[in-house]
């Protein structure tokens, strides 16, 4: 079970790590095209719009694993669908990427001025590590997905969950209990002891239904 942590927060550091980068190379693109185009590509700021997302959520997702060691598997499927989602939106960027650049930069990128074959290298950068990051969090929820843990989790069949019944199952048994030494006891008085007076004391005694007299 020390496989699932070690695997996601690799899987995550990883998926940052790129996720910054494509940030950096999408501000500079888009900074290029807007200086010199009076614009920006559609994919640029896609990319910069996904590698937000996963610079915001990835680093609390670290640091829930860091300060609350396995404590990840409480909201395991919420994980897995955010990191399905982003893992989505890195694909279009990668996607959208590839479309334009082969729209734009229709020769090899030594072939253009200095500043057009920058913006051709950085468009084939952010391609290549939002390709990356799409394998990287596709392949991670998958493999959560499919893992043993996530399905008992998914059905409530983990051990954390059976706690709950057993604990329940002991209410009736101490309630009988409770009720059991609450109840008073009572003893009929008898009609006679049969005794014949002053035998077996020091005074007579005699025994009537519901009185005692000495």
């Known amino acids: 079970m020390a496989l699932i942590p070690l695997v996601r927060l690799v899987a995550l550091c990883v998926a940052l790590a790129f996720s910054v980068i494509v940030l950096g190379l999408s501000a500079a693109l888009t900074s290029t095209t807007e ?3 009076d614009g920006y590509f559609i994919f ?12 915001i959520t990835l680093p609390v997702m670290i640091l829930l694993e860091i300060l609350r ?3 990840f598997t409480s909201m395991i499927m919420v994980e897995v669908s955010w990191l399905f989602i982003l893992s989505v939106l890195f694909l279009a960027t990668g996607a959208d990427g ?3 650049a082969s729209d734009t930069f229709t020769f090899s990128c030594g072939d253009y001025i200095p500043t057009v074959a920058a913006a051709c290298r950085e468009t084939s950068a952010i391609q290549a590590f939002s390709f990356l990051n799409w394998i990287i969090l596709m392949a991670y929820s998958v493999f959560i997905f499919a893992s043993p843990s996530s399905l008992q989790i998914a059905r409530g069949l983990a051990s954390g969950s059976r706690l709950l019944p057993r604990r329940r199952s002991l209410a009736p048994a101490e309630t009988s209990a409770v009720q059991m030494e609450a109840t008073p006891t009572t003893i009929p008085a008898s009609t006679s002891t049969g005794y014949p007076v002053g035998a077996g004391g020091t005074g007579p005694t005699s025994v009537q239904a519901g009185t005692v007299t000495v």
């Open 35 to 37: 200086k010199f185009l």
């Open 44 to 55: 640029a700021a896609l990319a910069i719009a996904t590698s937000s997302l996963a610079m």
């Open 69 to 71: 060691p396995g404590g």
């Open 98 to 100: 590839a479309q334009a």
